[in-house]
């Protein structure tokens, strides 16, 4: 399974063809008695950890493996508040700098396209880099303030509300997965991201039609019921990327990542988080409209 974040999708955390990513056991300890950390996909149950430190004597039983090195959840709740932080600062200093104008608007849309850059870059990478996460969350953060200024100066309060908003569905999000009501499986994975890609191709060609005139006030992205609808879809694929982004997070601190995967995981659950936000501005924007 691929997670459909792309960040996950080129590192460890994927398991491709049945196996896991890292190609290990649970660390000793975090298998007894959690579901969620055993690895329903590796065809070698009794897989080694490569990240282990071989001292196991003759006829003694496996020792722990030392977790100095490893990643952690302290590690990945530190890298996404300070990445998120930089969204959140960036946000605000374009919002507080940058006036409502048609150089605003260019200055976001460079924004956005560094942003993206920056992002593919670290996709392509071996080994994360907090340079580029964070260069990434910066500018993604300048995009996201003028945006939200946009917004805001037309429907006073969205911003407020659209971060409320995200904050209820990634904690509804966080809860269902920890509950046990959503189960992570392949199956689950094949599924939504099937979804996710047919939404993303619809998503284009409506752009494309909006773009030389075909469909009048945005299409299916209008201000309308319509749009609504989309937004709520929008709204709840980027709950699934986040039950994704949470397995693959459980399963690299279960078969123990390296530490600096901590920012790859950052970043995931940055983009994520992110694209909630921006459909959620959206969704409440609609609703206010129709006041």
């Known amino acids: 399974m691929r997670s459909s ?27 007894q008695g959690n579901p969620y950390a055993q690895n329903p996909y590796a065809q070698n149950p009794y897989a080694q950890n490569p990240y282990a430190q071989a001292d196991v004597q003759a006829g003694a039983p496996p020792q ?50 560094i942003a993206f850059v920056l992002a593919m870059v670290q996709n392509f990478k071996r080994t994360p880099s907090p340079a580029l996460i964070l260069g990434y969350a910066a500018f993604e953060g300048v995009f996201l303030g003028v945006f939200s200024e946009m917004f805001n ?24 997965y920890k509950a046990g009501w959503i189960r992570v499986t392949a199956r689950y994975a094949r599924i939504g991201i099937a ?23 945005g299409g299916l992205r209008s201000f309308g019921p ?6 709520i879809i929008a709204i709840l694929l ?29 970043f995931g659950l940055t983009m994520t988080l ?7 501005l959206r969704l409440v924007a609609i609703f206010s409209s129709s006041d």
């Open 153 to 176: 100066s037309r429907w006073s309060g969205a911003p407020f509300q659209a971060v409320l908003g995200t904050m209820a569905v990634s904690g509804a999000t966080l809860l269902v």
């Open 274 to 280: 992110v694209w909630i936000y921006v459909e959620m």
């Open 64 to 113: 722990a493996p030392a977790t100095t090195g490893r990643m952690t959840m302290d590690d990945v709740v530190v890298r996404s508040a300070i990445t998120l932080g930089t969204v959140a600062v960036g946000a605000v200093l374009a919002w507080t700098l940058l006036p409502v104008s048609g150089t605003s608007y260019g200055l976001a849309v460079g924004a956005a396209l």
């Open 5 to 31: 974040n792309p960040v996950f999708s080129r590192r460890g955390f994927s398991r491709d063809n049945g196996y896991a990513g890292f190609n290990t056991a649970p660390q000793a300890g975090s298998a």
């Open 226 to 231: 319509l749009g609504a609808l989309v937004g």
């Open 195 to 217: 979804i996710a890609m047919a939404f993303l191709v619809v998503m284009a060609v409506n752009l494309l039609l909006v773009v030389f005139g075909v469909a009048d006030d």
């Open 238 to 266: 980027g709950a699934f990327f986040l039950t994704l982004d949470f397995k693959q997070i459980e399963d690299g601190i279960a078969y123990g990542a390296p530490r600096n995967e901590s920012w790859l995981a950052a």
